[in-house]
């Protein structure tokens, strides 16, 4: 079951617009719990965005206040979509920002997941 949204979720956000269909995605999968489609812009030859349906600000906000069966049916969203993409076998990274330090831009948690080439250091020093 959905719990009742942060005061701090913005209805508005993109993604929840995305998931209302009042905007287009390039849906690569979706189920009862997550919803998976290709980033706008790019950073990898694969790059894909997975959201919860639930209306939740960020890794914080679901980690918190998301039910079990939201999180677990998520997490298996998120590895059947990187098995769909067949980026499992050469490997990939699942990255996730949450708030100003690691410059979250869309307040609807979601994760990425790059693939398709060598993804290099995990983390870029601020230059
Ligand atoms: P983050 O900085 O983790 O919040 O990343 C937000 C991501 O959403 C960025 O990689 C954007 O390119 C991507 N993005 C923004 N708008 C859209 C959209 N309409 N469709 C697909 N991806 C989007």
Known sequence: MTSAASPDYDESNIFA???RGEIPCKKVYEDGH???FHDIQPQAPVHV?????????S??????NAGDDEIAGFFRAV????????IETDGYRMLANHGRNANQEVP???VHL????PLGGMVRQPG
């Not at 890794?59 to 918190?64: E, H, L, T, V």
């Open 49 to 57: 965005l997975v959201i919860p349906r639930g209306a939740y600000v």
């Open 114 to 117: 790059f693939g398709g080439r």
């Open 79 to 86: 590895g059947k979509v990187a098995r769909m993409l067949e």
């Open 17 to 19: 617009r995305i998931l």
């Open 59 to 64: 890794m914080d906000d679901f980690s918190a």
């Open 34 to 36: 997550a919803l998976a």
């Open 108 to 110: 609807h948690f979601h």
